[in-house]
């Protein structure tokens, strides 16, 4: 089954500075990377995705892209803010499992630093 | 409203003791989820309902129960807690056809 790595454990960025998440996947049949954000005390929020018909997509600031040969994906945060201080998951989704199953990486502990 | 609520938020359990979490949304979602989340390890999805249909992971398919007896409930059951069943659990629903999943707050479950 898929299997999905987080490569950063913990990441420190000084305000204003760009941040860089990092995961890699096993299964060439997904389709659908999200990337979800929790902070404390609290449960996983939505913050962007990607779908394997392209390699990139903006929201704001934040950026993702994907190398599907590699198969590999990252979120980029620009000019980060405190409040981007949290956990962030990435997650792959194989587009043959019907129900969307989500296999998430081990989180990244994004530390913003003013 | 996207709000996916857990109850409690909270519980403690007594090895051996049965334990009955509960979720629910109101945003009519087909499919609820149920994941378990340890320290430093990724969410891991225990089972899943679509409509009244329970899907359960392979490797936690006897240590968990789950019912849904409406659309919006959905609950989690362990028959008798062990040590190993500490953990947050956290709930979630989509649309179907939908891909994006919206999670609750979790429940922290501690097992003495």
């Known amino acids: 089954g898929e299997k999905v790595e987080q490569h950063e454990s913990t990441l420190s960025v000084r305000e204003g500075d760009s941040a860089v998440i990092n995961c890699t996947y096993t299964d060439t049949a997904s389709s659908y990377f999200p990337w979800y954000k929790q902070e404390a005390g609290k449960g996983l929020h939505f913050v962007i995705d990607?779908?394997?018909?392209?390699d990139r997509k903006q929201s704001q600031r934040l950026i993702v892209l994907l190398d599907k040969k590699a198969k590999r994906f990252s979120l980029h945060i620009t000019a980060t803010q405190p409040e981007d201080s949290a956990i962030y998951f990435c997650?792959?989704?194989?587009?043959?499992?019907?129900?969307?199953?989500?296999?998430f990486g081990a989180g990244t502990r994004l530390k913003v630093i003013a | 409203d996207t709000t996916v609520k857990q109850n409690p938020r909270y519980k403690l359990a007594r090895v051996g003791k049965p334990v009955n979490l509960i979720c629910s949304q109101t945003m009519n979602h087909d499919t609820m989820y149920w994941y378990q989340k340890k320290p430093n390890q990724a969410p891991k999805l225990l089972l899943f309902?679509?409509?009244?249909?329970?899907?359960r992971e392979a490797d936690t398919f006897e240590k968990f129960q789950s019912s849904r007896p409406n659309n919006s409930f959905c609950s989690l059951y362990i028959g008798s807690a062990g040590l190993e069943y500490s953990a947050m659990y956290l709930c979630?629903?989509?649309?179907?056809?939908?891909?994006?999943?919206?999670f609750g707050p979790g429940t922290r479950l501690t097992v003495l």
């Open positions: 990607i779908r394997s018909n392209v």
């Open positions: 309902y679509y409509d009244k249909i329970l899907n």
């Open positions: 979630a629903s989509s649309r179907l056809g939908a891909y994006e999943q919206y």
């Open positions: 997650a792959a989704s194989p587009s043959n499992t019907g129900n969307y199953k989500y296999v």
